[in-house]
């Protein structure tokens, strides 16, 4: 039986790997290991934690930043989103973003776990300590969770002006051609069973045919990966696949669907800083299942997620506030919450990497360069990016996921590189020059991939159904033309 699995607190530097995706070996039905209870609860109850991320809490922060007309659609939008996207991730897309993809591994995912075929509750995934495995349908669910809010992530970005028909044609395309094919490219690791397998019987080996059969299994190994991890790209718990990935299809749309009717000319204030309060306390409870739940266990370098997670928002916090009160003169709740997303966002691919004094600097440094990108780029190109996504999650993941590549050295407090070939201690050789090289591509391709993609999904549904209603009906509001509701009956 094979399973692809990701996410990782460590990587393997033969295969150049991190993060997701364990293709499941020979080694785990020889061993016939058996799932940890703990892990097995920490994975449901990550997973549990990340929905909570999108239903209520990003709901209600999105929901809260714009105009009360608009409340009830943000809502709407994000509780469809999650349900549309946990359907489909059942139907196909956990197959094509972690099945066999043969001979196209490297790049996509196959379809031998269609409708979740061969996934069963005796069925086990391997997770990133040789000879441990949780059962598949925890990692199954656990990713459909990632998968359910990155596209959600996106809506920010044209809030109040987008039609409800076009965000649910857009999310079944997006998910399917740009989300589910990056999470493959990223996430697509070697399991560590089959490496130390292939390792151990080419250490063992005798005979130049012993060798050569044994480094054919290993190279076989090796050619089956995502072509990103491949390259030795880390990201523990979504930098690019999650937060890049939204953030430039948000930009894109923002600017393809249009400003808002009034834009430059009316307020576009929050209508309740308090509901946006409670979305972004619920973001930062939620997001240790996001980071701590992506190590698939339950052991030290889940606690160190967890600790890095803490402490990088903490410090983002107040390095949002600290900056608007030199620019603006007063601190504003709004600041606060927004660079808490901020530092949870850069923590996101470095949260199992790096050390807990490396993701305080990290905390502090991605603010400022995000308030920057909020209040002075968006200003002097024009654009109308609702929510800040471009300037929050595709910038705060481009600042953490090429931190990643500097935080993860262990003279810096970090981890280290993982080689599973190396069987005396899985002990890799850390590069700074390589790693960031490895980082500046997983970048570029996701920023690429992403951005040239979702243009043309974003035509393509305005072709199909339009993106934008008419101009009285967005002034009226999208609760009323949508939805025929609203959020308050006062």
Partial sequence: MQVLLPRSAKASSLIAGTALLLLASPAIAGNDPTPNPGDTTWMLTSSLLVLMMSIPGLALFYGGLVRTKNMLSILSQTFAIVALVGVIWSLYGYSVAFGDGGSLSPYIGGLNKIFLKGVTGSSLAPTFTPGHVIPEYAFMVFQMTFAMITPALIIGAFAERMKFSAILLFVLLWVTVIYFPVAHWVWGIADPNALVDAATQLAAAKTDVEKAAAQAKLDGINASVGWLAAKGALDFAGGTVVHINAGIAGLVGAIMVGRRVGFGRESFAPHSLTMSMIGASLLWVGWFGFNAGSNLEANGTTALAFVNTMVATAAATLSWMVAEW?????????????????????????????????????????????????????????????????????????????????????????????????LTDYTGVYNLVTQLK?????????????????????????????????????????????????????
């Fill in 438 to 490: 490895a980082q500046g591509i997983a970048v570029a391709a996701t920023l690429i991939w992403s951005g040239v993609g979702s243009a043309i999904i974003y035509k393509l549904v305005d072709l199909i159904v339009g993106l934008r209603p008419a101009a009285d009906q967005e002034r009226e509001g999208l609760d009323i033309t949508d939805h025929g509701e609203r959020a308050y009956n006062y």
């Fill in 326 to 422: 030199i620019l603006k003169g007063k601190p504003s709740l709004l600041g606060m919450i927004t660079g808490a997303v901020a530092g949870l966002v850069a923590v996101t691919p470095a949260s199992g990497y790096a050390g807990p004094m490396g993701a305080i600097v990290l905390g502090l440094a991605v603010s400022p360069i995000c308030v920057f990108f909020v209040d002075v780029v968006k200003k002097a190109v024009g654009y109308d990016d609702a929510l800040d996504v471009f300037g929050v999650h595709c910038i705060g993941g481009i600042t953490g996921a090429l931190a990643t590549g500097i935080l993860v050295n262990p003279e810096l407090g970090g981890i280290g590189i993982t080689d599973y070939t190396n």
